[in-house]
């Protein structure tokens, strides 16, 4: 792979579009992408503590920000290196920066309510709705069932970002070829990640999960050929091998959900003071600066920042050491890991599963999360039903589904088939915050 093609600010099906000369395409996608509606329902979405009244804890917006903060200082850093090393010119520095800033920003635009347990819960649901032919759900060709079964807030995001946000069916928000292919973490499908087990198994990160939907698999296959990302196939399954600068998104976000994570548990009481204090000391390479007259939530905060500080560094000397794979699509692991504090961060992803993860009070919300999303998809499923029944036309709804319809604001403009039906219900749970979610769960239910 090369710079050259690597940094493609042609945007997606608007190959006619050029920069303005005083801002950046890169920093218009990200702009695009903080004032949409999607970016703005992260405020309101889990990041590790679900319907949290605590107004000091971490929601998927702030977390959004926060990862492209981390992911700029990291990018050009990177960047200047590249630049020293002549692997780009002086100034493509700053591109990298903002491409991975906006990819940061767009990283978890896709997830649903109630974080990764809203996965599971749309996926379990979806997959007793096909183990009992339910509707559309048994019409649905099964080669495309994992992609609802394990459903992946990855490949929504870039369902958003590429197909229904602005221009819609037609790019979506049109951003930089360059922004998707930092974006992508997984650039493969369901049906071909089910059939990578050996890529698995051997820990490739890009074959972890999937990523794009079989119906954006031609919008991302635009990207990947102008970007230059090669394109592999084992048998019937084909994928794209990772853009370089996915690894520096990654990182940004692995550096700040366990860092912040430990600083969460903190302030809600769910881990003491020497916990976390040893853990981010560790992390921080155990600096030699005094707290004399700090507070214990003060004295967390400092050692939260110096130890971005230190992880940046870190991911920072494996990328340079790394470089040639990265380069060559072939590295399989994170940057976070291959760095010198990786052990740091793999004592503290263990505390964090032990006593966080496990919290009752998380655990307790998390289950009733798993009911409140079944609720929704079972007061909506039948919409989509009687949808099928009438040939797609929704004006031959009855009465009280028309009434759903409206009250809910469901957006059937594409549904015409089970495929699209089912995204279209994916569309709409995932969509919601965690609030909205218990709302209209309880709606449904008549509660």
Not at 211 to 224: H, K, P, T, V, W
Not at 341 to 352: E, H, N, P, V
Not at 427 to 447: E, H, K, N
């Amino acid at each position: 792979m090369d710079w050259t093609s690597l940094l493609s600010n042609e945007r997606l099906r608007d190959r006619k579009y050029s920069e303005a000369r005083n801002r950046s395409i890169f920093t218009q996608d990200y702009d695009r992408i903080v004032f949409s509606e999607p970016f703005r329902r992260l405020a309101n979405k889990t990041q590790v503590q679900p319907l949290y009244e605590h107004d000091h804890v971490h929601h998927r917006l702030i977390h959004s920000i926060e990862v492209g903060s981390v992911g700029r200082s990291l990018a050009m850093s990177i960047g200047q290196w590249l630049v020293e090393e002549d692997e780009i010119a002086a100034g493509e520095e700053n591109a990298i920066a903002n491409i991975v800033q906006a990819a940061c920003a767009a990283h978890d635009i896709g997830n649903p309510p109630f974080g990764h347990s809203g996965e599971a819960s749309i996926g379990a649901w979806f997959a007793r709705a096909f183990d009992e032919a339910r509707g559309v759900c048994g019409d649905l060709d099964p080669e495309l069932h994992p992609q609802f079964c394990h459903f992946e807030g990855n490949a929504q995001g870039f369902r958003i970002i590429a197909r229904k946000e602005m221009y819609r069916n037609d790019g979506g928000m049109r951003l930089s070829k360059a922004v998707l292919g930092a974006f992508m973490k997984y650039p493969l499908s369901a049906a071909t990640h089910a059939g990578l087990s050996d890529y698995r198994s051997a820990g490739y990160f890009g074959a972890k999960k999937f990523g794009i939907f079989n119906s954006d698999l031609g919008l991302f296959a635009e990207a990947a050929s102008s970007l230059g990302l090669p394109q592999i196939a084992v048998g019937p399954y084909q994928w794209w091998r990772r853009h370089p600068l996915v690894y520096v998104v990654e990182a940004a976000d692995d550096i700040c959900y366990n860092i912040v994570d430990l600083e969460d548990a903190f302030t809600t009481g769910e881990l003491p003071f020497d916990v976390v204090r040893e853990a981010l000391f560790n992390l921080a390479e155990k600096p030699n600066r005094g707290a004399q007259g700090m507070t214990q939530a003060e004295e967390i905060a400092l050692l939260r920042a110096l130890s971005i500080g230190r992880a940046i560094d870190s991911c920072l000397e494996a990328f340079k050491q790394n470089y040639g794979e990265i380069m060559g699509g072939t590295f399989g692991q994170g940057l976070v890991e291959a760095g010198r504090l990786g052990a740091q961060f793999a004592a503290i992803r263990a505390l964090a599963k032990a006593r966080i993860f496990t919290a009752p009070r998380k655990t307790e919300l998390e289950v009733s999360g798993y009911r409140i999303i079944g609720n929704v998809l079972d007061g909506i499923a039948p919409i989509y039903d009687r949808l099928g029944a009438k040939g797609w036309d929704a004006a031959a709804l009855d009465a009280h589904s028309a009434q759903v319809v409206r009250v809910l604001g469901l957006d059937l403009r594409d549904v015409r088939s089970p495929e699209t039906a089912l995204h279209a219900m994916g569309d709409f749970v995932s969509g919601m915050t965690d609030r909205y979610a218990l709302r209209i769960s309880r709606m449904l239910s008549g509660i």
